[in-house]
DNA sequence: TGCCAGGCCCTCTTTAGGGCCTT
């Protein structure tokens, strides 16, 4: 089965349309459910951290200063990835990031992006909110680090993915919970959600 | 000066509004 990317992003903010970049960048392979690589930076975009962030993920004007030029760590992260399709909690906000940022140093960011946000409003409706570390702790997934750090988040979202995968596969019979079936669960309408499964699990 | 995202999803909906989720 191919490896699967999962990523998190940390942020000046929310939107690198408003002027936000990137200040951290965690990708982990999962494959067979088990996370087999791992990439981690800290990245200096020459942008200013602000004390709300900075209390909110640890990362202080200092740690940044010191880090490797976004664009040299944007290179690396997309060699790292390849080809592979990704994956990320909220994908939305990550994979504008991952887009911006790359196209800044000439890369191409158009990969496939599931979200294990919209997979968890399907798989887990019953789940008190969606928040990653909420899903982690209702499934009693394995902690990494500090939440709000890259690593740690990306983590956390390879192992909720590795769940929905175990889940796919015991609860529902999809024997191949790999991405394709993924991306098709998450275009999926909550109340099309069994008869889909259903379908993917006889195919 | 004050404000600024955006895609998804629910419902007291669909000619709309507001909450969730990410930093």
């Not at 994908?91 to 191409?108: P, S, Y």
């Not at 570390?133 to 939440?147: C, E």
């Amino acid at each position: 089965m191919t490896p699967i990317a999962i990523i998190d992003f940390e942020t000046t903010g929310i939107s690198p349309n408003m002027g936000d970049r990137a200040t951290e960048v965690a990708i982990v392979m999962l494959e067979g459910g088990q996370v087999v690589d791992r990439y981690q930076s800290l990245m200096n975009a020459g942008v200013r951290v602000n004390s709300f962030i900075t209390q909110l993920t640890g990362i202080t004007n200092e740690m940044v200063q010191a880090a490797p030029a976004a664009e040299q760590v944007m290179r690396e992260a997309a060699r790292f990835v390849g080809g592979r399709p990704m994956v990320a909690h909220n994908a939305a906000f990550d994979k504008k990031f991952w887009q911006a940022e790359l196209a800044r140093c000439g890369e191409d960011g158009a990969h496939p992006f599931a979200c294990t946000l919209l997979l968890s409003r399907r798989l887990y409706p019953q789940a008190p909110n969606h928040k990653l570390g909420t899903l982690a702790a209702l499934h009693h997934l394995p902690s990494s680090g500090r939440a709000h750090r890259a690593l740690a988040d990306a983590e956390m979202a390879a192992h909720l993915l590795a769940q929905m995968q175990h889940d796919l596969k015991t609860r529902y019979g999809c024997s191949q919970a790999d991405h394709a079936l993924l991306m098709g669960l998450q275009r999926t309408s909550r109340h099309m959600v069994g008869p889909y499964l259903k379908q993917r699990a006889a195919a």
